[in-house]
């Protein structure tokens, strides 16, 4: 064989015990199988992983990445108890950009019209960072539709010192998008250690992959920018109407988190939002879905049982 074919089969094997390694929950040795699907709808296809069965939750995954981006922990609890329909926003991982309209009332109004074609009667939507924008926007546009939120780590207001948290997202501000793919390693590691922090990034040893698995993508920098921008255009306007939420709102933050600042944002949100119920993790971070799975799968059960408990007050 020439060494050229020997290489190749070396990258081969290297890749896919990377992925597999991404695709592992933290403290487990069996890889979780991950199901893929691609919702059709307004011309616009919407990446969904289902798993499991029974009442339906439904995440949004917080910044670019793939909706399947460190979800394993959290995927291979939630399906054994609910059935889990994960989406990718508009434009986000595997799902397609929206031609000349990537305004928040468009991405509610598909990954509504996805929810309807996946079925699953008012699900609980969990939402994760910059997507809890749009699971609010959900909650006033289409209040029938579901049960009620968890949202984790939540950034829902209009607020500059978002910009400084986040080292990667600085130096491109500053620096512009031709900069951006010059900026390097050091600076992505960096933000993959301050979504993180004060916890340890899982297999700190593989940082390179999992820097690609967090979404921190340089082809992709410049359209993030631009979407996360509207998201909080979009917060500036509607966050004087999350008091009209009735449906019951879980939230839960790490106290530590460097990018949703709990007081900016988690702690706000649960003063003005009146069904609401506030869960702080202790030194934790902004990425508790992955180290802290079990924490964030009781929020989801207490979700579901203050929806519950909300039905049966209203018969």
Not at 21 to 33: A, D, H, I, N
Not at 51 to 59: A, D, F, I, M
Not at 147 to 165: E, K, M
């Amino acid at each position: 064989m020439s060494t050229w074919l020997i290489g190749l089969a070396i990258v081969i094997a290297g890749s896919a015990a990377i992925i597999a390694l991404l695709r592992r929950p933290v403290g487990s040795s069996t890889p979780v199988q991950i199901d893929r699907n691609v919702i059709r709808v307004e011309h616009t296809s919407l990446h969904v992983i289902e798993r499991g069965e029974g009442r339906t939750v439904v995440v949004l995954q917080g910044d670019d990445g793939d909706a399947s981006d460190f979800m394993a922990p959290l995927l291979a609890r939630a399906s054994y108890d609910f059935r889990v329909v994960l989406i990718d926003r508009p434009g986000c991982g595997g799902s397609e950009r929206v031609p000349r309209d990537m305004s928040l009332d468009t991405q509610a109004r598909l990954v509504r019209l996805a929810l309807r074609e996946l079925g699953g009667e008012q699900p609980l939507l969990v939402a994760h960072s910059w997507s809890a924008v749009l699971a609010l926007s959900l909650a006033l546009r289409y209040p029938e539709d579901f049960a009620g939120l968890v949202l984790a780590n939540p950034l829902c207001y209009a607020d500059a010192s978002i910009r400084s948290t986040d080292p990667h997202l600085r130096v491109v501000s500053r620096l512009g998008s031709l900069v951006a793919p010059m900026v390097g390693r050091t600076a992505h590691d960096a933000t993959l250690r301050a979504k993180f922090a004060p916890e340890p990034v899982p297999f700190a040893d593989s940082l390179v992959p999992l820097r690609e698995a967090a979404g921190i993508r340089r082809p992709s920098e410049r359209r993030r920018l631009v979407r996360n921008s509207a998201s909080l255009r979009a917060a500036a306007g509607m966050s004087t109407r999350y008091s009209d939420i009735e449906m019951p709102v879980v939230i839960v933050t790490g106290d530590g988190d460097r990018v949703a600042s709990p007081a900016r944002h988690g702690y706000r949100l649960h003063n003005q939002v009146v069904h609401s119920h506030l869960v702080v993790l202790p030194r934790a971070g902004h990425m508790i879905h992955v180290t802290r799975p079990d924490s964030v799968m009781e929020t989801i059960h207490q979700g579901w049982s203050l929806a519950h408990e909300r039905a049966e007050a209203g018969r």
